[in-house]
């Protein structure tokens, strides 16, 4: 299996509710950075993680790729069912890019072949959306509009092919954390200047005309995070990530999701690959890499080639 990362073209973050969830409305869009994941028939269910921050990555059942062969074996009454898992980590961990999710969605796609238990995409979506939030858009890809806890999914018309370059931070940032600090800083600017905590998330709709027009000149300026302060306050560093990203003429720079990654949209595949170069040479980051999207989401890949 293939999987694509994903990052936020939009991410607006409603005021925090009594469960602990924030409503979310979120633009995604998968890009061209993958983690590989290979799904074979065992007696008992075994997991190994190489690559990419595979030291910060658990091996066991607390592995999002176990947790998701497990709710289909269950959803689908499969019994005794065990897999072995291996996955190839191209996605830094912890990076707002969901990769945890990514290797989940493979999972639930090859888990569903192997088995042959024949689940529509809308049962794979149910049992995603319980394993966490952005799995569901893991199995689809492309870009997409996200509600709720980002699991309500429309697809977004947008053309066209957009490059970006993505800067990696040194570690990771916990979700958990950016979430609880963008709670806190709303709370104290609320007290600060009397205004309510938050307004309840509202979908860009300049965002989705420029994303139909296809051209990144009109995409870049509106890329918005609401975490990004918070990842901003944890991470301070990140700033001169993102200012760098704008001296070197990106149309938008952003925090993707809940950081520390870095999204730079470029004017073209060329400017993609420069932004990478300048940005690792400059030090802001631990490295960078160019990618595109939209891409398509979980994908099975035989002899190398997607099928
Ligand atoms: P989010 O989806 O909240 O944006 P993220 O992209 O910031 O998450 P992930 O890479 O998905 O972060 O990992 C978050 C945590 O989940 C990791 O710190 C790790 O402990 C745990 N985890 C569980 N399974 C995986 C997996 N297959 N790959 C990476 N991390 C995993």
New binding site residues.
């Given amino acids: 299996m293939r999987v694509p990362a994903k990052i936020n073209l939009q991410l607006a973050v409603g005021p925090v509710r009594g469960d602990g969830y924030h409503p979310l409305v979120t633009v995604f869009h998968a890009v061209s950075l993958f983690d590989e994941v290979t799904v074979r028939p065992a007696t008992e269910m075994a997991l190994a993680v190489t690559g990419e921050d595979a030291a910060?990555?658990?091996a066991d059942r607390?592995?999002?790729?176990w947790r998701a062969a497990r709710a289909l074996a269950q959803a689908a009454n499969v019994r005794d069912g065990a897999v072995g898992i291996e996955?190839r980590?191209r996605?830094p961990?912890?990076?707002?890019?969901?990769?945890?999710?990514a290797?989940a969605a493979a999972t639930l796609v090859a888990c569903n072949e192997i088995w042959q238990v024949g689940l529509s995409q809308r049962d794979l979506a149910e049992i995603a959306a319980d394993i966490?939030s952005?799995v569901p858009f893991s199995l689809v890809g492309g870009t997409a509009v996200g509600r709720g806890r980002g699991d309500e999914l429309t697809p977004a018309l947008a053309s066209g092919e957009y490059h970006w370059a993505l800067a990696f931070g040194r570690t990771?940032l916990s979700?958990a954390n950016v979430y609880a600090t963008c709670d806190r800083l709303r709370a104290a600017r609320a007290k600060a200047m009397g205004q309510p905590l938050a307004a309840e998330p509202e979908l860009s709709t300049e965002l989705m005309t420029a994303l139909r027009s296809g051209d990144p000149a009109r995409v870049g300026p509106l890329l918005t995070n609401d975490l990004q302060p918070a990842a901003l306050s944890l991470r301070p560093g990140l700033r001169r990530t993102l200012a760098a990203g704008r001296e070197h003429g990106a149309l938008g720079s952003i925090v993707s999701?809940?950081g520390p990654t870095c999204a730079f949209l470029a004017r073209d595949a060329a400017h993609a690959s420069d932004l990478a170069v300048a940005l690792t040479s400059s030090g802001v980051c631990r490295t960078a890499a160019r990618a595109s999207g939209p891409v398509p989401g979980a994908m099975v890949v035989r002899n190398g080639r997607p099928s």
């Fill in positions: 910060a990555v658990p607390l592995n999002l790729a996955i980590k996605i961990a912890a990076a707002g890019l969901a990769g945890g999710s290797d966490g952005d990771g979700t999701g809940s």
